[in-house]
């Protein structure tokens, strides 16, 4: 149900109806409020909706703490190689330095990495997202906390729990020793890394499936069990379509988060795998050449908001979360 | 609808996943309880020496301090903004409002490394020296949109009739604010709270760039797992879990006495 649309508001096509009298009222009958309560009040009573009003702290610290740096980014990726000024005559040398060596590799790397990763937590989350949705009930709320609990503990401690867990003499290669069977650590390649990636990334498609999984209403599915529909064919031709918003949302955010990862490569995959992300934090750290670190994070930031772009104009991320209540 | 086998097929496959999820943590939680400076495992000798003196260092107390500063204002900054923005995210009807809901999204969309690579630019050009002041900015603009989405859940189940009676009666937006609406959402702010407060807890990523000479615990923890391991880390790295673990369990409690009070008294709801 959408509480939104009242039935005042749609019939006079305006936000929120204005009692003539409500402008005059917080300095006829509030007394007992505050100076600053007074002014927000009458503030608030003059515009039409307060809806503006509340968004504006949010928009102001978005607008100075999130597009502005980003802005600040891209410009910075137009000014001459190894300074840390916004004044210089603006070039495009980081671009042609950046095309001209083998920066290309580690950007393929993190769009394969994040790809294989968002492939392989579709199949491993549809199934759980699907026994969470519908199946289970007070299981369901165990295994949500026990995932969102997860969340809270530093990517880093959750990473470096894996390489205490594979490493040579490990907890699996210990266990594996007592009972006298050889053990060779995963660790330091391309497999544990993608691992990782599966396994900090979870949350994140896995949530948003949930979320679309139950907007599949179950009397369709059971209309469609009885009308004679193979399981398969009741997966493919309704639990898909209909979950379609959790699946692309989940999958956005998994490849967008995944695609600009540093530490899993860094802290399970040794010197294997240079991401996108690690190229661009040398830059800006061990280099000391900020513009080109800037130029590597605009292509970042270019491809990953052509992606939110696409995604959020086919999909509003509002669907899951209203039909919610 | 679904078959016993099938729903004991599902709960294996569950199990499994929760399982795999833990094993790090447990790794971790193993690693600090042996009493060899490096790891090997079956352990051989058990001491929680290094939990004493993960609690008696000045240094590490001086990183959970600063964590706790950053998190605690985090908190309070998103839960003011977020409140306000969900009210305008899910409640009222305004122009801007559909560029509004994707403007909310944008940050959680973005590697956070770049985010935080930015904004350490960004105060550099300001002439904004970085401390723990600027990582509660940093923290704020990733989680203040967090705690929006959550409150905004709530709000959008708002019964818009108990404020236009309030209305009615006389109470003008401000007081029907703090007096109705503000109550109404005490359950989704506690949420949103708690979630501020951890996820700002946990955070590497924004922190390792703007932080400036100032440490957080993840970042003391990060620095001493590339060089310098010894079992100290596991345990500050275990003791910063069970913190985070204590706080969402209030939370848990907190939801369940809610929901059981609720059930008790409204019935029909």
Known sequence: MNTLDLPSITATGRPIVIDPTDAARPYL??????????????????????????????????????????????????????????????????????FGQTYYRSLFWSLGLGALTTAILLVICYPLAFALAKVFKRFATFVTIGITLSLFVSENIR??????????????????GTLGLPYASPL????????????????????????GIQMVPDQV????????????????????????????????????????AMAEAKILGGQKVVTIAAEIETAFTYAQNWPLGSGLSTLLI???????????????????????? | MTSRTQKIGFGAFAGVVLLVFYFPLLSVALASLSKKRYFSFP??????????????????????????KIAALTTIFSLVIGFFAALAYARYPWRGRKSFQRLVLLPL??????LGLALLMWFSFLGVTTSWMTAVVAHTVWIAPIATLIIAIQAYSLDPSLEEASRDLGATRWQTLRMVTLPLLGQSLFSAGCFSFLLSWGNFALSLFTTGADSALPEWLYSRMVVGYQPLI????????????????????????????????????
């Open chain 1, 29 to 98: 009958d509030d007394r007992r409020d505050g100076c600053v309560s007074r002014w927000l009040a009458h503030r608030l009573a003059k515009s039409a909706s307060p809806g503006l009003w509340y968004a504006s702290p949010l928009i102001l610290v978005l607008l100075v703490g999130f597009v502005a740096p980003l802005f600040c980014v891209v410009w910075f990726s137009f000014m001459p190689e190894r300074t840390f000024s916004l004044f210089g005559t603006p070039t495009f040398s980081n671009y042609t330095q950046i």
């Open chain 1, 159 to 176: 990473l470096f729990g894996w390489v205490l867990g594979l490493m040579k003499g490990g907890v699996i290669g210990g266990l594996l």
């Open chain 1, 188 to 211: 330091y390649d391309v497999g544990v890394i993608v691992l990782g990636l599966v396994y900090v990334y979870l949350p994140f498609m896995l949530f948003p499936l949930i979320l």
């Open chain 1, 221 to 260: 599915r059971e209309a469609a069990f009885d009308l004679g529909a193979s399981r398969w064919r009741v997966f493919r031709e309704i639990d898909v379509p209909l979950s379609m918003p959790g699946i692309v949302i989940g999958s956005m955010l998994t490849f967008v988060l995944a695609v600009g």
């Open chain 1, 302 to 325: 270019g491809i990953v908001g052509t992606i939110v772009f696409l995604t959020l104009r086919k999909f509003d991320p509002e669907t899951l979360l209203g039909n919610k209540s």
């Open chain 2, 43 to 68: 352990i051989e000798n058990y001491t929680l020496k290094w939990y004493s003196d993960a609690i008696h260092s000045a240094a590490i107390s001086e990183y959970v301090t600063i964590s706790l």
């Open chain 2, 109 to 114: 969309f973005f590697p956070q490394t770049v």
């Open chain 2, 234 to 269: 596991p345990a500050v790295g275990t003791l910063s879990v069970l913190g985070a673990v204590a706080v969402a369990l209030v939370l848990l409690l907190f939801l369940q006495w809610r929901s059981r009070r609720h059930k008790t008294t409204a019935p029909a709801a």
